[in-house]
């Protein structure tokens, strides 16, 4: 293989063809590329884009590059979410056992969280008892006894993108619209599911900080998604502010318990409702006005809640925690954050609040470290709620009691006042089908 001229051809800005991605892409995976020179070849993506075909064809060759989940059994009602990171979204939580409720199958993997963003697997496992590591017989067998199954991802899948994407986050290339688009998509086209709904998500709390880069991976992922002839949509969403009111692990299952059981935490509710509209609309082709309804009428009727206790008992969890969630694990400390000033909440660096909860135990900062399921954030007052000076902003949960202090001030520093409410943007921007 000529990897030389394959680098050179990309480092020109001239488009690679399909067997020359397969080629220099299989090569990495088995040690004949090395990392120098699919770094390289990373860089000069990064650099100089990649077009609609050679997107395609890397997704192809990196799902492919492992293990494959065949879902066929179940028709074409399998419907699976993604989102691209987000702090306090706990949506996985909420939308899967709804949707299931309502007839559809949901067999997913999920990540574990890296930085300010939580991952849903690090959220399930702080219910006692919740095997992730479920085989594949054992996955398939949930799923067809409670139309719903999460699991963490294994190590067969898609192993090009895991070798690929440990690469990138050491060599300035992972801010990549086309190397992200593959990224995700390999992993979704890997696990089976004939309908994908993405949650892509812009502000100063994801990745994608500004709305058009968010509106151009999502037309970008849509692409890739039809032309492997699934039905895709994207749902653009704002995390200028943490979604919902709690953000660590066990904290976010609890408040996903409550929104289950009918608690009404209004921007999560709105997201929620949202992408399980949608979800249902792709697998089931309901309307978007009559998915609604249904979604809604599942939540207030119980049988979204009553779906996702079978969920969690199928998967060995202790369904005492979620019929009692005040048998979660509660930190040693306990810290009410007071407001220094008198105004409204203006802006809220959400990244910020993030990188807070992180400190608190609550994420992680490599791959491999362990994190603490009880720690996390309470918040009181969000952008555009009127604050008294004393008035309690949010509760710091944590087993460490070192940098409370510094974790604090960081959490006040990331907020910002003023005398006059703010326009507040509305958490669903829009959807691209």
């Not at 500004?210 to 039809?226: D, H, P, R, V, Y």
């Not at 008992?313 to 407001?339: C, H, M, P, W």
């Amino acid at each position: 293989m000529k990897t030389y001229e394959i680098i050179k051809k990309k480092r020109d800005k001239l488009s690679l063809k399909p067997d020359e991605i397969s080629e220099f892409v299989n090569g990495y995976v088995s040690g004949i590329v090395s990392d120098y020179q699919m770094s390289a070849l990373l860089m000069a993506i990064y650099l100089n884009g990649m077009d609609d075909d050679e997107t395609v064809s890397l997704t192809e060759v990196m799902a492919n590059s492992g293990e494959r989940i065949n879902l066929d059994e179940f028709l074409n009602i399998t419907v699976d979410k993604h989102s691209t990171g987000g702090v306090g979204d706990k949506t996985t939580l909420i939308v899967a056992p709804i949707v299931a409720s309502l007839g559809c199958v949901v067999a997913k993997m999920s990540g574990r969280g890296l930085g300010f963003t939580g991952g849903t697997v690090d959220k399930l496992s702080s219910i006692p008892g919740y095997r992730l590591d479920l085989n594949k017989r054992e996955f398939l067998d949930v799923v067809r006894k409670t139309n719903i199954s999460v699991i963490s991802q294994t190590d067969s899948l898609t192993p090009a993108d895991k070798k690929i994407y440990a690469l990138r986050d050491v060599t300035a290339t992972v801010e990549s619209i086309p190397l992200i688009a593959s990224s995700v998509m390999s992993k979704k086209i890997a696990t089976g599911s004939k309908s994908i709904v993405l949650d892509v998500k812009f502000g100063s709390g994801a990745f994608m900080k500004e709305k058009l880069s968010a509106e151009i991976l999502a037309e970008k992922m849509i692409k890739i998604g039809k032309s492997f002839g699934r039905n895709i949509a994207a749902v653009l969403t704002n995390m200028d502010m943490p979604l919902g009111l709690a953000v660590g692990n066990n904290l976010e299952v609890i408040e996903a318990v409550k929104l289950l059981k009918g608690e009404k935490i209004p921007d999560l509710y709105d997201e929620c409702v949202t992408l399980a509209s949608v979800m249902l609309n792709l697998s089931k082709q309901i309307p978007l006005n009559k998915a609604k309804e249904l979604v809604e009428n599942s939540i207030q009727s119980g049988a979204a809640f009553k779906k996702f206790r079978e969920w969690i008992v199928a998967q060995g969890g202790d369904i005492s925690y979620i019929d009692n969630t005040n048998k979660f694990d509660v930190s040693k400390y306990r810290v009410e954050v007071l407001s220094e000033n008198t105004g409204y909440i203006s802006k809220m660096n959400t990244e910020q609040i993030g990188i807070c909860a992180s400190e608190l135990g609550a994420g992680r900062k490599k791959y491999n470290d362990k994190v603490d399921l009880s720690a996390g954030i309470i918040i009181d007052k969000k952008t555009g709620d009127y604050v008294r000076q004393g008035d309690r902003l949010c509760t710091l949960y944590t087993n460490q009691s070192n940098n409370l202090s510094g974790v604090r001030n960081n959490y006040i520093s990331a907020l910002e006042f003023s005398v006059n409410k703010p326009i507040l943007t509305p958490t669903i921007y829009k959807t691209i089908f």
